[in-house]
């Protein structure tokens, strides 16, 4: 993918499992090394190389800038400003802090999606006639609350 057309701020999105992607900032290109701004588990918010950042894996996306080009220049003091925030699962991930920094605020797609899903397999699961399905569908439907309940 050709990422000369990358602007501070665009969001770059990877390939991590096979429900999930991984998504960074753009920054800049330095001296052909190029920089990006994640969200990782087990370091937080940090600068990192785009190779760092990839780890092999492919990038599936592009997505543009969710504010005014002006608002570019803030970019990296926005960024700053939270550098070594601790990365979590649920109310603060990569895509969290990547939309926070491109739109101005935390939402993650992917913790929305499974929350949804868990919160019907939960209703479907209580409505079995097995006690332990009915367990587990409890707290199925008791994540997918929690979950929702987490986004900022």
Not at 110 to 117: C, D, F, G, K, W
Not at 123 to 145: C, D, H, P, R, W
């Amino acid at each position: 993918m050709n990422l000369s057309h990358l602007k501070t701020g665009d969001l770059i999105v990877r390939a991590k499992g096979i429900f999930s992607t991984h998504y960074m900032v753009y920054i800049e290109n330095r001296g052909g090394n190029i920089i990006v701004a994640e969200n990782q588990n087990g370091f937080g918010v940090r600068y990192v190389t785009l190779a760092e950042a990839l780890k092999g894996n492919a990038i599936v996306r592009f997505e543009k800038f969710g504010g005014a080009d002006y608002e570019r220049n803030t970019v990296v003091s926005n960024i700053n400003t939270i550098l070594g925030k601790s990365y979590d699962l649920v109310a603060f991930n990569c895509e969290h802090f990547a939309r926070m920094i491109s739109h101005g605020k935390p939402k993650s797609k992917q913790v929305e999606a499974t929350s949804h899903v868990a919160i019907l397999s939960g209703l479907g699961m209580m409505s079995s006639k097995n006690e332990t399905v009915q367990t587990l569908g409890f707290f199925s439907l008791a994540l997918g609350i929690i979950g929702k309940i987490a986004q900022p």
